[in-house]
Each structure stands twice: as structure tokens, then as C-alpha cells.
């Protein structure tokens, strides 16, 4: 059976590029292109895939907010950003975000296939480049001085929460673990989320991480095997 894919895309003749290169695979299919992050989201509505290629930089919807948000509605889909620089902090936020993958656009078609089928089959695929940085933000953070400490009066409680919160369990797992309600959990999420400043998810995890509330190397782990 065939591993069917979706692909966003901004620039038309990388989409192209793209779309006509994947299709030269025998064992995958090219479902749908999109545009920016919007049409993605619109397609994956539309169209049943095992995996999309998504480009960070992108009009209306970009590449980490379409991530975010695809997580949240298909979990089981497969994603795989696309690049043409390796960013530390687009890296990252796309992780955090979901991402299974991170390969440069310049990855030869080879890398790309077998990219694929590393992330359908659980891996977390990347471009060499892309794992070099990775490895540079997780010693990174281990060696430089630590800012002025700053706990935004989380409670004992809530800091236990947004240490489960990085791992993307559900309000009903984390209340399990903690032997509180699901109702109790969302309540202190929304505490944590007031404290931080934070509109979701994503942003309340990289506060605290610029903080040092958690660590970038737990953060890159649960991501990568969640």
C-alpha cells in the first residue's frame, strides 16, 4: 500500500519541484499541494494522508502554526518540515509544535523518500545539518549562565502540570498521573497560562524553557518521541 501525502508549499515552482519528485516514488502518493498553512489545514479536512511535507516560511498560515494546529486535530498524521535554513529557534518551535521531521529543501530525493519512511515508521528523520544544530541548542543550554530566576509564583502543583504539559498527554492522562480530575488539570493549565503570560501550548513551554522552568533537553526529547 501506498503512504499518502499532502505537501504545503508557498514558492509555486518548489511546489512543483516537490510534488513531481515525490511522485517518481513508487511506493508513495501525492494527495494534495497546498499553498501556505490555511490550505493545508483546508486539504487535511478534505483528504485522508499518512504524512505532509510542510515549509516553515509561508503566507496567512505558516509552516509551525499549521503544525500546532494539525496535531490537534489529525494526532495520528505524520509531519515533516521542510526547510532551506536551519534555524535554531525555527527548530525549536517546530518541534515543539509536533513535528516528526526536519529536513533542508536541498535534501536529495534519496533522503527525502527515506525521510518518509523513517516518520511513518515512528523515526524522527532530519538532515544532517538540522541534527548538528540540534545537538549545538541541547549543549547550548547546558553551558550558558543561567538568567535571573524567575518562577512566575507557579505553585508546587502547577509546575508538576507544565512538566506533563511538555510531553502532550491529555487532561485525563495527566490527572491519572497526579490523582486529580481532568477538570482540576484544565483549570490549573489555565493558571499557568495566566502566569506566564501564555496564549496556548507552544508559547507557555518556550517561556518556560527560557527560564529554565525546564530544561531544552527534556523538551527535545519528550517532543521527539511523543
Same mark, same amino acid.
Given at each position: ?89 525555527? /527548530?525549536?518551535? @517546530? =518541534?515543539?509544535? #509536533? +513535528? ?6 536541498? *535534501? $536529495?530525493?534519496?533522503? !527525502?523518500?527515506?525521510? /518518509?519512511?523513517? @516518520? =511513518?515508521?515512528? #523515526? +524522527? ?6 541534527? *548538528? $544544530?540540534?545537538?549545538? !541548542? ?23 502540570? !507544565? ?64
Amino acid at each position: 500500500m501506498k503512504i499518502r501525502i499532502g505537501l504545503a508549499e508557498d514558492i509555486p515552482h518548489l511546489r512543483e519541484a516537490i510534488s513531481d519528485s515525490v511522485s517518481n516514488f513508487e511506493n508513495v502518493e501525492m494527495v494534495f499541494t497546498a499553498a501556505n498553512g490555511k490550505e493545508l489545514i483546508d486539504q487535511l479536512k478534505q483528504h485522508a494522508v499518512d504524512l505532509v511535507l510542510v515549509d516553515i516560511n509561508m503566507p496567512v498560515m505558516n509552516g509551525i502554526e499549521a503544525t500546532a494546529l494539525a496535531r490537534k486535530q489529525f494526532p495520528g498524521l505524520k509531519i515533516v518540515m521542510l526547510t532551506v535554513f536551519d534555524d535554531g529557534n525555527n /527548530i525549536f518551535n @517546530a =518541534i515543539l509544535a #509536533g +513535528a516528526n521531521g526536519y529536513l533542508l529543501k536541498d *535534501s $536529495k530525493p534519496a533522503r !527525502l523518500l527515506s525521510a /518518509i519512511e523513517e @516518520a =511513518i515508521e515512528g #523515526g +524522527a528523520p532530519m538532515s544532517p545539518q538540522i541534527a *548538528s $544544530k540540534t545537538l549545538q !541548542l541541547v549543549r547550548g543550554n547546558r553551558t550558558e549562565a543561567l538568567p535571573e530566576k524567575n518562577d512566575f509564583d507557579l505553585t508546587k502543583r502547577e509546575m508538576e502540570i !507544565l512538566e506533563q504539559l511538555v510531553t502532550g498527554e491529555t487532561y485525563q492522562a495527566i490527572g491519572d498521573k497526579l490523582f486529580i480530575s481532568p477538570k482540576t488539570v484544565r483549570k490549573h493549565i489555565e493558571n499557568i497560562y495566566a502566569k506566564l503570560q501564555a496564549h496556548n501550548k507552544v508559547e507557555a513551554i518556550e517561556i518556560a524553557r527560557k527560564h529554565k522552568l525546564i530544561g531544552i533537553a527534556g523538551l527535545l526529547l519528550a517532543s521527539l518521541i511523543g
